[in-house]
């Protein structure tokens, strides 16, 4: 669940979560090759369900951009997963001139419905999500704890191997309860970061799926 970001330093927040990336990314290589790649076996054909029943899936990009995601989806039919998301979310801005800070910490669940009947396969899927939300704003020194809801829906893509890594490529809207401004512990009303009202979402995940 990640929404765009309005951080004004992206740019060292990319380089520095770069190497973590590429470890991912090695690492899946590597047992990738090992496996056979994208050779075909029994369990990955078009005529039969995925062996494969819960699948633990991670977003490295947004750690880049102060937040990360955890996913598990767990089989619950031949044409849907279901499971928990665990979120923190980060954000800055100075709309009055003085930096607010906001961190966010979501619980949720997410779902993912495949059209095409078969859950954990390559193919598109239908991602719904809620999630109760606990948000840290401060600004000089004084701050605030309010509690929220966020809404999501995505449209993602997946790409599975027979190693058990996968990808999967989404986009989609997210509703954040947040209201745009918030009043600190000091009586003042500052404006809410980010994490508020509803925006554009995406989804980037590499996951790794097992029987």
Known sequence: MTPLIDTEDVGWRLKSGLLG???WAALGSLTF????????????????????????????????LGSFSFYLDLSASSDLTLGPVLSYLRATGDPSGVEVSQSSYLWGIQGAWYPNGKKLKTGFSVDPAIALVVNHLEQSGAST???????????????FWDSGWNVSIGAGLSYFSLASQTRLNSGKLVDTPNYSGLRPALE????????
């Open 21 to 23: 990336f590429i470890l």
């Open 33 to 64: 090759a090992a496996e056979g790649g994208l050779a075909p076996s029994e369990g990955y054909s078009d005529e039969v369900d995925s062996p494969l029943s819960k699948n633990l899936r991670l977003a490295p990009l947004s750690i880049n």
């Open 204 to 211: 980037l995940t590499f996951g790794y799926a097992l029987p």
């Open 145 to 159: 704890d309010p509690w929220s809801v966020s809404i999501a829906c995505y449209g993602v893509y997946h790409w």
